[in-house]
Protein backbone atom coordinates (compact mmCIF):
# COMPACT_ATOMS: atom_id res chain seq x y z
CA UNK A 1 0.00 0.00 0.00
CA UNK A 2 1.03 3.53 -0.24
CA UNK A 3 0.95 5.17 2.98
CA UNK A 4 0.81 9.36 3.38
CA UNK A 5 2.61 10.29 6.58
CA UNK A 6 2.14 14.53 7.30
CA UNK A 7 4.62 15.59 9.39
CA UNK A 8 8.21 14.98 9.43
CA UNK A 9 8.92 15.46 13.16
CA UNK A 10 10.67 13.03 15.51
CA UNK A 11 7.24 10.68 15.76
CA UNK A 12 6.30 11.02 12.31
CA UNK A 13 9.90 9.74 11.44
CA UNK A 14 10.11 6.48 13.57
CA UNK A 15 5.89 5.85 12.11
CA UNK A 16 7.56 6.08 8.91
CA UNK A 17 10.30 3.78 9.23
CA UNK A 18 7.76 1.59 10.98
CA UNK A 19 5.13 1.22 8.42
CA UNK A 20 7.75 1.23 5.60
CA UNK A 21 9.39 -1.81 7.28
CA UNK A 22 6.18 -3.45 6.56
CA UNK A 23 6.98 -3.10 2.60
CA UNK A 24 4.66 -0.51 2.52
CA UNK A 25 6.08 2.37 0.40
CA UNK A 26 5.47 5.74 2.64
CA UNK A 27 5.47 9.15 1.56
CA UNK A 28 5.66 12.00 4.03
CA UNK A 29 4.47 15.83 3.80
CA UNK A 30 6.90 18.29 5.63
CA UNK A 31 6.38 21.44 7.06
CA UNK A 32 9.90 22.71 6.65
CA UNK A 33 11.77 21.53 3.27
CA UNK A 34 15.19 21.20 4.57
CA UNK A 35 14.03 17.61 6.40
CA UNK A 36 12.44 17.31 3.20
CA UNK A 37 15.69 17.49 1.25
CA UNK A 38 17.65 15.24 3.74
CA UNK A 39 14.64 12.77 3.85
CA UNK A 40 15.34 12.38 -0.05
CA UNK A 41 18.85 12.58 0.17
CA UNK A 42 19.98 11.08 2.69
CA UNK A 43 17.71 9.02 4.47
CA UNK A 44 17.82 10.48 7.47
CA UNK A 45 16.37 13.70 9.78
CA UNK A 46 19.05 14.55 11.71
CA UNK A 47 17.53 17.40 13.10
CA UNK A 48 14.18 15.43 14.88
CA UNK A 49 15.85 11.97 15.13
CA UNK A 50 19.67 11.87 15.22
CA UNK A 51 21.25 8.46 14.52
CA UNK A 52 18.30 6.74 12.61
CA UNK A 53 18.59 5.90 8.68
CA UNK A 54 15.00 5.41 6.81
CA UNK A 55 14.30 2.25 4.49
CA UNK A 56 14.22 3.58 1.14
CA UNK A 57 10.89 3.00 0.41
CA UNK A 58 10.32 6.68 2.27
CA UNK A 59 10.08 9.25 0.33
CA UNK A 60 9.45 13.55 1.48
CA UNK A 61 7.65 16.48 -0.07
CA UNK A 62 5.76 19.94 1.30
CA UNK A 63 3.36 19.72 -1.23
CA UNK A 64 -0.02 18.10 0.34
CA UNK A 65 -1.02 17.21 -3.16
CA UNK A 66 1.66 14.90 -3.85
CA UNK A 67 1.99 13.22 -0.11
CA UNK A 68 -1.53 12.40 -0.44
CA UNK A 69 -1.82 11.46 -4.35
CA UNK A 70 -3.00 8.02 -4.86
CA UNK A 71 -2.85 7.27 -0.43
CA UNK A 72 -4.85 4.29 0.74
CA UNK A 73 -4.53 5.80 4.30
CA UNK A 74 -3.21 8.81 5.98
CA UNK A 75 -1.60 9.44 9.16
CA UNK A 76 -1.33 12.39 10.83
CA UNK A 77 2.04 13.27 12.89
CA UNK A 78 1.79 16.76 13.49
CA UNK A 79 1.72 18.67 17.06
CA UNK A 80 -1.52 19.62 17.94
CA UNK A 81 -1.33 23.22 17.64
CA UNK A 82 -0.85 23.07 14.29
CA UNK A 83 -3.07 19.68 13.60
CA UNK A 84 -6.20 21.91 12.56
CA UNK A 85 -4.40 23.92 10.00
CA UNK A 86 -2.77 21.15 8.38
CA UNK A 87 -5.55 18.95 8.29
CA UNK A 88 -7.42 21.60 6.02
CA UNK A 89 -4.55 22.28 3.89
CA UNK A 90 -4.74 18.14 3.55
CA UNK A 91 -8.78 18.59 3.20
CA UNK A 92 -9.11 18.73 -0.52
CA UNK A 93 -6.54 15.75 -1.41
CA UNK A 94 -8.32 13.24 1.10
CA UNK A 95 -11.53 11.18 -0.56
CA UNK A 96 -14.41 10.54 1.37
CA UNK A 97 -12.92 6.86 2.49
CA UNK A 98 -9.64 7.23 3.20
CA UNK A 99 -8.58 5.68 6.73
CA UNK A 100 -7.14 8.04 8.78
CA UNK A 101 -4.67 7.75 11.66
CA UNK A 102 -3.95 10.21 14.37
CA UNK A 103 -0.50 10.41 16.32
CA UNK A 104 -0.81 14.06 17.69
CA UNK A 105 -1.47 14.59 21.32
CA UNK A 106 -3.37 17.22 22.81
CA UNK A 107 -6.92 19.18 22.82
CA UNK A 108 -7.78 21.89 21.10
CA UNK A 109 -7.48 25.45 23.21
CA UNK A 110 -10.95 27.12 23.16
CA UNK A 111 -13.23 24.22 21.60
CA UNK A 112 -11.62 21.37 24.18
CA UNK A 113 -12.08 19.17 20.79
CA UNK A 114 -10.09 15.87 21.02
CA UNK A 115 -7.25 15.66 18.34
CA UNK A 116 -9.18 13.13 15.82
CA UNK A 117 -12.64 15.77 16.28
CA UNK A 118 -10.34 18.17 14.75
CA UNK A 119 -9.53 15.92 11.88
CA UNK A 120 -13.08 15.50 11.44
CA UNK A 121 -13.92 19.24 11.86
CA UNK A 122 -11.77 19.68 8.57
CA UNK A 123 -12.40 16.31 6.70
CA UNK A 124 -15.54 14.91 7.80
CA UNK A 125 -16.34 11.37 8.10
CA UNK A 126 -15.30 10.52 11.89
CA UNK A 127 -16.40 7.11 11.61
CA UNK A 128 -13.02 6.09 9.81
CA UNK A 129 -10.41 8.57 12.06
CA UNK A 130 -8.59 6.37 14.66
CA UNK A 131 -5.54 7.56 16.96
CA UNK A 132 -2.76 5.87 18.60
CA UNK A 133 -1.43 6.61 21.87
CA UNK A 134 0.25 4.38 23.91
CA UNK A 135 4.32 4.69 25.71
CA UNK A 136 6.16 5.55 22.60
CA UNK A 137 8.98 7.00 22.24
CA UNK A 138 10.77 7.66 18.80
CA UNK A 139 13.97 7.03 19.83
CA UNK A 140 13.64 3.89 20.50
CA UNK A 141 10.82 2.86 18.58
CA UNK A 142 13.13 4.01 15.50
CA UNK A 143 16.02 1.02 16.39
CA UNK A 144 12.89 -1.32 17.04
CA UNK A 145 13.20 -1.63 20.52
CA UNK A 146 10.36 -3.50 22.49
CA UNK A 147 7.07 -1.17 22.70
CA UNK A 148 3.11 -1.31 22.93
CA UNK A 149 0.47 1.04 22.00
CA UNK A 150 -3.36 1.49 21.80
CA UNK A 151 -5.31 2.45 18.64
CA UNK A 152 -8.81 3.71 19.36
CA UNK A 153 -11.71 4.05 16.84
CA UNK A 154 -15.60 3.89 16.63
CA UNK A 155 -15.15 1.46 13.81
CA UNK A 156 -13.67 -1.80 14.33
CA UNK A 157 -12.93 -2.07 11.19
CA UNK A 158 -10.91 0.53 10.47
CA UNK A 159 -8.73 -0.54 14.14
CA UNK A 160 -8.12 -3.75 12.64
CA UNK A 161 -6.77 -1.77 9.62
CA UNK A 162 -4.01 0.71 10.70
CA UNK A 163 -3.30 -2.51 13.49
CA UNK A 164 -2.32 -4.05 10.61
CA UNK A 165 -0.19 -1.22 9.00
CA UNK A 166 1.84 -0.55 12.14
CA UNK A 167 1.74 -4.01 13.98
CA UNK A 168 5.09 -6.09 14.99
CA UNK A 169 6.43 -8.57 17.08
CA UNK A 170 8.27 -5.55 18.47
CA UNK A 171 5.00 -2.86 18.37
CA UNK A 172 2.61 -4.49 20.14
CA UNK A 173 -1.58 -3.24 19.31
CA UNK A 174 -4.68 -3.10 21.87
CA UNK A 175 -7.34 -2.27 19.69
CA UNK A 176 -10.50 -0.01 21.87
CA UNK A 177 -13.63 1.81 21.31
CA UNK A 178 -12.53 4.85 23.71
CA UNK A 179 -11.61 7.77 21.43
CA UNK A 180 -12.07 9.54 24.44
CA UNK A 181 -10.61 8.12 26.95
CA UNK A 182 -7.46 7.21 24.91
CA UNK A 183 -6.90 11.31 23.52
CA UNK A 184 -7.87 12.80 27.08
CA UNK A 185 -5.23 10.26 28.20
CA UNK A 186 -2.64 11.53 25.88
CA UNK A 187 -3.20 15.06 26.53
CA UNK A 188 -3.23 15.23 30.85
CA UNK A 189 0.09 12.49 31.04
CA UNK A 190 2.46 15.37 29.32
CA UNK A 191 0.95 17.64 32.05
CA UNK A 192 1.81 14.84 34.87
CA UNK A 193 5.16 14.87 33.02
CA UNK A 194 6.15 18.35 33.18
CA UNK A 195 4.94 18.47 37.06
CA UNK A 196 7.42 15.80 37.30
CA UNK A 197 9.81 17.39 36.08
CA UNK A 198 9.22 19.98 38.35
CA UNK A 199 9.51 18.34 41.43
CA UNK A 200 12.46 16.34 40.21
CA UNK A 201 14.23 19.76 39.70
CA UNK A 202 13.18 21.17 42.90
CA UNK A 203 14.86 18.70 44.84
CA UNK A 204 11.97 16.42 45.39
CA UNK A 205 12.49 12.81 45.95
CA UNK A 206 10.94 9.61 44.50
CA UNK A 207 8.01 8.70 46.64
CA UNK A 208 6.88 12.34 45.63
CA UNK A 209 6.79 11.60 41.93
CA UNK A 210 4.76 8.16 42.59
CA UNK A 211 2.36 10.88 44.66
CA UNK A 212 1.63 13.21 41.26
CA UNK A 213 1.34 9.76 39.22
CA UNK A 214 -1.03 8.26 40.92
CA UNK A 215 -2.74 11.56 41.87
CA UNK A 216 -2.64 12.41 38.22
CA UNK A 217 -4.12 9.34 37.34
CA UNK A 218 -6.82 9.97 39.46
CA UNK A 219 -7.66 13.46 38.03
CA UNK A 220 -7.32 11.98 34.39
CA UNK A 221 -9.98 9.20 35.15
CA UNK A 222 -12.18 11.82 36.74
CA UNK A 223 -11.96 13.89 33.46
CA UNK A 224 -12.18 11.07 31.35
CA UNK A 225 -15.45 9.87 33.19
CA UNK A 226 -17.14 13.22 32.81
CA UNK A 227 -16.49 13.57 29.17
CA UNK A 228 -17.79 10.27 28.58
CA UNK A 229 -15.18 7.99 28.17
CA UNK A 230 -14.63 4.79 30.22
CA UNK A 231 -12.15 5.40 34.00
CA UNK A 232 -10.89 2.19 32.85
CA UNK A 233 -8.76 3.10 29.65
CA UNK A 234 -6.79 5.25 32.08
CA UNK A 235 -5.68 1.73 33.30
CA UNK A 236 -4.28 1.08 30.18
CA UNK A 237 -1.24 1.82 27.68
CA UNK A 238 -2.71 4.79 26.77
CA UNK A 239 -3.55 5.64 30.53
CA UNK A 240 -0.69 4.59 32.59
CA UNK A 241 1.50 2.84 30.44
CA UNK A 242 2.43 6.48 28.72
CA UNK A 243 2.26 8.33 32.67
CA UNK A 244 5.30 5.75 33.78
CA UNK A 245 6.99 6.64 30.17
CA UNK A 246 7.03 10.53 29.88
CA UNK A 247 6.95 11.40 33.69
CA UNK A 248 10.59 8.62 34.25
CA UNK A 249 12.33 8.67 30.87
CA UNK A 250 15.24 10.31 30.14
CA UNK A 251 13.65 10.91 25.97
CA UNK A 252 10.76 12.92 27.45
CA UNK A 253 10.48 16.43 26.23
CA UNK A 254 7.52 17.12 28.59
CA UNK A 255 9.41 15.95 31.90
CA UNK A 256 13.09 17.54 30.45
CA UNK A 257 11.13 20.79 30.22
CA UNK A 258 9.49 20.41 33.89
CA UNK A 259 12.99 19.94 34.97
CA UNK A 260 14.53 23.18 33.26
CA UNK A 261 11.64 25.51 34.32
CA UNK A 262 12.59 24.49 38.29
CA UNK A 263 16.14 25.83 36.99
CA UNK A 264 14.92 29.37 35.75
CA UNK A 265 14.20 28.25 31.78
CA UNK A 266 11.20 29.22 30.35
CA UNK A 267 8.91 27.69 27.97
CA UNK A 268 9.63 29.86 25.13
CA UNK A 269 13.34 29.59 25.62
CA UNK A 270 13.30 25.63 26.19
CA UNK A 271 11.40 25.54 23.29
CA UNK A 272 13.69 27.53 21.01
CA UNK A 273 16.71 24.94 22.54
CA UNK A 274 15.71 21.70 21.72
CA UNK A 275 13.52 22.54 18.80
CA UNK A 276 10.73 20.75 20.03
CA UNK A 277 6.72 20.85 21.13
CA UNK A 278 5.84 20.61 24.59
CA UNK A 279 2.70 19.44 24.51
CA UNK A 280 1.91 19.37 28.15
CA UNK A 281 2.16 23.24 28.38
CA UNK A 282 -0.52 23.57 25.74
CA UNK A 283 -2.50 20.97 27.10
CA UNK A 284 -2.26 22.67 30.91
CA UNK A 285 -4.36 25.45 29.67
CA UNK A 286 -6.53 23.53 27.07
CA UNK A 287 -7.18 20.63 29.60
CA UNK A 288 -8.24 23.17 32.55
CA UNK A 289 -10.67 25.12 30.35
CA UNK A 290 -11.93 21.68 29.63
CA UNK A 291 -12.23 20.58 33.10
CA UNK A 292 -13.89 24.18 34.16
CA UNK A 293 -16.49 23.67 31.49
CA UNK A 294 -16.95 20.32 32.84
CA UNK A 295 -16.85 21.22 36.49
CA UNK A 296 -14.22 18.84 37.04
CA UNK A 297 -11.39 19.43 39.88
CA UNK A 298 -7.85 18.67 38.40
CA UNK A 299 -5.90 20.26 41.01
CA UNK A 300 -2.52 19.07 39.49
CA UNK A 301 -3.44 20.70 35.90
CA UNK A 302 -4.77 23.61 37.68
CA UNK A 303 -1.97 24.63 39.32
CA UNK A 304 0.57 23.98 36.13
CA UNK A 305 -1.45 27.08 34.26
CA UNK A 306 -0.89 29.58 37.42
CA UNK A 307 2.50 28.52 37.05
CA UNK A 308 3.06 28.63 32.81
CA UNK A 309 0.52 31.31 32.40
CA UNK A 310 -0.53 33.26 35.87
CA UNK A 311 1.64 34.74 38.32
CA UNK A 312 1.97 31.77 41.23
CA UNK A 313 5.03 30.62 42.26
CA UNK A 314 7.09 27.22 42.72
CA UNK A 315 6.49 27.81 46.44
CA UNK A 316 2.98 29.04 46.18
CA UNK A 317 1.65 26.03 43.61
CA UNK A 318 3.64 23.57 46.22
CA UNK A 319 1.53 25.57 49.49
CA UNK A 320 -1.98 25.34 47.10
CA UNK A 321 -1.24 21.59 46.77
CA UNK A 322 -0.31 20.63 50.15
CA UNK A 323 -2.56 22.50 51.57
CA UNK A 324 -5.33 20.59 50.61
CA UNK A 325 -7.23 18.37 52.79
CA UNK A 326 -7.29 14.65 51.36
CA UNK A 327 -10.28 12.84 51.80
CA UNK A 328 -11.49 9.23 50.76
CA UNK A 329 -8.49 7.66 48.18
CA UNK A 330 -11.57 6.67 45.94
CA UNK A 331 -14.16 8.66 46.08
CA UNK A 332 -16.21 8.11 43.27
CA UNK A 333 -15.88 9.79 40.09
CA UNK A 334 -18.69 12.14 40.25
CA UNK A 335 -17.94 14.06 43.04
N1 LIG B 1 8.24 12.34 19.86
C1 LIG B 1 7.67 11.25 20.32
O1 LIG B 1 8.34 10.31 20.74
C2 LIG B 1 6.16 11.14 20.31
C3 LIG B 1 5.59 9.93 20.67
C4 LIG B 1 4.21 9.80 20.69
C5 LIG B 1 3.42 10.88 20.33
N2 LIG B 1 4.00 12.05 19.99
C6 LIG B 1 3.11 13.13 19.57
O2 LIG B 1 3.22 13.29 18.16
C7 LIG B 1 2.96 14.65 17.78
C8 LIG B 1 4.11 15.13 16.91
O3 LIG B 1 5.24 15.24 17.76
P1 LIG B 1 6.74 15.09 17.28
O4 LIG B 1 7.49 14.63 18.49
O5 LIG B 1 6.85 14.29 16.06
O6 LIG B 1 7.09 16.62 16.95
P2 LIG B 1 8.53 17.30 16.94
O7 LIG B 1 8.60 18.25 18.07
O8 LIG B 1 9.58 16.27 16.82
O9 LIG B 1 8.51 18.11 15.57
C9 LIG B 1 7.75 19.26 15.40
C10 LIG B 1 7.19 19.19 13.99
O10 LIG B 1 6.30 20.30 13.79
C11 LIG B 1 6.57 20.86 12.50
N3 LIG B 1 6.12 22.24 12.46
C12 LIG B 1 6.69 23.33 12.98
N4 LIG B 1 5.94 24.43 12.73
C13 LIG B 1 4.86 23.99 12.04
C14 LIG B 1 3.71 24.63 11.49
N5 LIG B 1 3.51 25.95 11.62
N6 LIG B 1 2.80 23.88 10.86
C15 LIG B 1 2.96 22.53 10.75
N7 LIG B 1 4.03 21.86 11.24
C16 LIG B 1 4.96 22.59 11.87
C17 LIG B 1 8.08 20.70 12.34
O11 LIG B 1 8.44 20.79 10.98
C18 LIG B 1 8.24 19.28 12.90
O12 LIG B 1 7.94 18.33 11.90
C19 LIG B 1 2.80 15.41 19.09
O13 LIG B 1 1.43 15.60 19.37
C20 LIG B 1 3.44 14.50 20.15
O14 LIG B 1 2.85 14.64 21.43
C21 LIG B 1 5.35 12.21 19.96
O1 LIG C 1 7.53 11.85 26.71
P1 LIG C 1 7.33 13.10 25.91
O2 LIG C 1 7.05 14.22 26.82
O3 LIG C 1 8.48 13.37 25.01
O4 LIG C 1 6.05 12.82 25.00
C1 LIG C 1 6.20 11.94 23.89
C2 LIG C 1 5.18 10.82 23.82
O5 LIG C 1 3.90 11.24 24.08
C3 LIG C 1 5.50 9.60 24.65
O6 LIG C 1 4.65 8.53 24.26
Redesign the pocket.
Known sequence: MRIALI????????MAGLVASHGHTVVMW???PA?AHEINELHTNSC??SDYTLPQNVSATCSHEEALAGADAVIF???????R??ARDCAPYIPDGLPVLC????IELGTGLL?SDVIASEIGHPERIAA???P??????CHGALSASTIACESMEIGEFFKGVTFGPNFRIYLSTDLVGVELC?AMK?VMAIICGIAAGSGMGDNALALIMTRGLAEMSRLVHACGGEAMTCMGLAGMG?LIVTCTSR?S?NRSFGEAFARGETLEEYQAR????V?GAAAAKSVSELARSKGVDVPFTFALEQLLYGSMTLEEALDQLTSRMPGEEFYGLDE
Open positions: GTGSWGTASYDPYLAVPSSFLGVLAKGMLSGNHAEEIGNDHRRRMVE
